[in-house]
């Protein structure tokens, strides 16, 4: 899984068409996409660069608002992980090295079918990493993805994050 898209509910069969069409336009025509047993979000292995993926379908959806019907939201996952937060630590460490000294960053965290405390986990991460927390203006996102007993987790701008609703919105101001 190094995606993550969210749907209407009852709309995953349509979702999932229209993601593997963008991925096949964009050089992957074997993704390995998966409607999850949460309604309304769809979990997808593609052989590209996630955060690329997102860049292009974001650049289609500002070129033609009409193409991106399904997907409302896509998120890229850079690693996965057990639901544990020991993994979870060991991750955000490594990847937390995309995030330069001068920078500010803050943790957000999306639970689905799991009850770890969202708190424990940003107290354990948040003592890894040295740099400055702004949760209004953050450089970088440490977003960690949790669906159950598998966490995605991505050291990100928020811009790589496409909400197409926001953006569709941004078009027409």
């Given at each position: 899984m190094n995606l993550i898209i969210t749907c209407a509910r009852h709309l995953e069969p349509e979702t999932?068409?229209?993601?593997?069409?963008?991925?096949?336009?964009?050089?992957?025509?074997e993704p390995k996409v998966t409607i999850t047993s949460m309604s309304g979000i769809l979990t997808a292995e593609t052989k590209l660069d996630p955060v690329e993926v997102v860049r292009k379908i974001k650049e289609t959806l500002l070129d033609e608002p009409w193409s991106v019907?399904?997907?409302?939201?896509?998120?890229?996952?850079?690693?996965?992980v057990e639901t544990k937060i020991e993994e979870i630590e060991k991750v955000v460490e490594e990847l937390s090295n995309n995030?330069?000294?001068?920078?500010?960053?803050r943790i957000s965290i999306e639970k689905r079918?799991?009850?770890?405390?969202?708190?424990?986990?940003?107290?354990?991460?948040?003592?890894?990493?040295?740099?400055q927390v702004s949760l209004e203006f953050p450089d970088k996102v440490v977003l960690i993805e949790i669906l159950g007993n598998k966490a995605g987790i991505s050291v990100l701008k928020k811009s790589d994050i496409l909400s197409t609703e926001k953006t569709k919105r941004s078009i027409s101001e």
């Open positions: 999932e068409e229209e993601l593997r069409g963008f991925l096949d336009e964009f050089g992957d025509s019907r399904y997907c409302l939201r896509i998120i890229p996952i850079q690693r996965i995030i330069s000294k001068d920078e500010k960053y079918n799991s009850d770890m405390s969202s708190q424990e986990i940003i107290k354990q991460i948040a003592s890894k990493i040295k740099n």
